[in-house]
């Protein structure tokens, strides 16, 4: 009888701690968007950018949230490139910024012709500010990089898509007939819990 809570406990813990995820739930799209790179004036002056927001990371043990970024960068031209990760900058859909671009790896790297680079930047909720703060319906990035004597900059858009809460299902209503379905969406808030 001693044993008979350690079952019913195990799962209850089990099911709770499973629900804290790292990410918020939101997606943003378009996932990957393509963007080219062209030095004007120069067609040896070419690359091409794929960009994917990966999330928005809940704030965790003294860290902020922040929205992840995975990119690939592609040197198709044949001057050497870098990134010119300090010109980065990421803003919501109400133009509020969120604090300085970090990269993971942090960049430095020179990108022969030919060669690519994969990876991940993160945009912290700038200080003194919450997730909330934030109009999280879409963001837009503007990104840099240099090739050679001269930098090379965009901007490009993402936006928020809204979530089904529950899944399509199939009814019979007696009216219509057995061929109607119903999708409901929901959009919900953040909270930095």
């Not at 990957?32 to 043990?61: F, W």
Request: proline share 8%; aromatic share 12%; hydrophobic share 40%.
């Amino acid at each position: 009888m001693k044993h008979f809570f350690t079952v019913p406990l195990a799962v209850a813990a089990a099911l709770f701690t499973s629900c804290a995820t790292t990410y918020h739930s939101a997606r943003f799209v378009p996932a990957p968007l393509e963007v080219p790179l062209l030095a004007e004036g120069d067609p040896a002056g070419q690359a091409r950018a794929l960009l994917s927001v990966r999330g928005i990371r809940r704030a965790s043990k003294g860290n902020p949230a922040e929205v992840e970024i995975k990119f690939r960068i592609e040197n198709m031209g044949s001057l050497p490139l870098t990134l010119e990760g300090q010109q980065w900058e990421l803003v919501d859909s109400d133009l509020n910024a969120f604090g300085p671009a970090r990269f993971e790896p942090e960049p430095g790297a020179v990108l022969e012709p030919g060669a690519k680079l994969t990876s991940l930047v993160f945009f912290p909720v700038d200080a003194g500010k919450k997730l909330d703060d934030y109009s999280l319906g879409g963001f837009n990035l503007r990104l840099a990089i240099r090739m050679q004597d001269r930098v090379v900059s965009t901007g490009v858009a993402f936006e928020r898509v809204a979530e089904s809460y529950y899944p399509p299902y199939y009814y019979n209503d007696g009216f219509y007939g057995p061929s109607h379905f119903h999708v409901g969406a929901y959009i919900g808030t953040f909270s930095e819990d």
